[in-house]
């Protein structure tokens, strides 16, 4: 059985850092892409980033680049969300999402249940 | 803002049909495979359609997808209390190199 467990979300003062973890089991972590996808209070969905399979192609959403970084350790299984000068506007509960992608299709096929980060003094 | 539009809510009574529309363009949707995405309340999200039409293991056939040039559409037939959720398109958007969500829809069944 496919299992995404997030951890590492709390609450932090603006300008703060936070380090979001995913374990995974029950799939071969190191051949898929993974993902962070984030949710507002309220709100929608919102993609934070992706990473390949081997960790050397990575995208992130145009508004969090320079401030966040995701990485992964196929050897621990593990997926990672470093997250630097946080606003307010980053509170959200953070989901890690595995995927599959191809040069035409992409989809989150499963989800952790998430962990949530709040942004407050 | 999201790129991908989605009408904020639809509803009907139990039994009958929902479509829900995600509008984008040629970048994302006209290029891409689409899929769609179920969140039940207070829960993580669940993956419904992928492939435009294709239905993972365990999810109905009175679920369905559909795209047709930069829209797709996704369907369910026999509306039942549980389908009470927000829904979600998806799909990658080659000018931005980033996944993009849909504006999400409110299903409500009366």
């Known amino acids: 059985e496919v299992q995404l467990v997030e951890s590492g979300g709390g609450l932090v003062q603006p300008g703060g850092s936070l380090r979001l973890s995913c374990a995974a089991s029950?799939?071969?972590?190191?051949?898929?892409?993974m993902n962070w996808v984030r949710q507002a209070p309220g709100k929608g969905l919102e993609w934070v980033s992706q990473i390949s399979s081997g960790g050397k192609t990575i995208y992130y959403t145009d508004s969090l680049k320079g401030r966040f970084t995701i990485s992964r350790d196929d050897a621990k299984n593990s997926l990672y969300l470093q997250m630097n000068s946080l606003r307010a506007e980053d509170t959200a509960v953070y989901y890690c999402t595995r995927s599959q992608c191809s040069s035409t299709s992409c989809f989150r096929d499963y989800w952790g249940q998430g962990t949530l980060v709040t942004v407050s003094s | 803002q999201s790129v991908l539009t989605q009408p904020p809510s639809v509803s009907a009574a139990p039994g009958q049909k929902v479509t829900i529309s995600c509008s984008g363009s040629?970048?994302?949707?006209?290029?891409?495979?689409v899929s769609w995405y179920q969140q039940l309340p207070g829960t993580a999200p669940k993956l419904l359609i992928y492939d435009n039409n294709k239905r993972p293991s365990g999810i109905p056939d009175r679920v369905s997808g559909s795209k047709s040039g930069t829209s797709a559409t996704l369907g369910i037939t026999g509306l039942q209390t549980g389908d009470e959720a927000d829904y979600y398109c998806?799909?990658?958007?080659?000018?931005?190199?980033?996944?993009?969500f849909g504006t999400g829809t409110k299903v409500t069944v009366l």
């Open positions: 040629s970048s994302n949707i006209g290029n891409h495979y």
């Open positions: 998806g799909t990658w958007d080659s000018s931005l190199s980033a996944y993009v």
């Open positions: 029950g799939f071969a972590f190191s051949n898929y892409e």
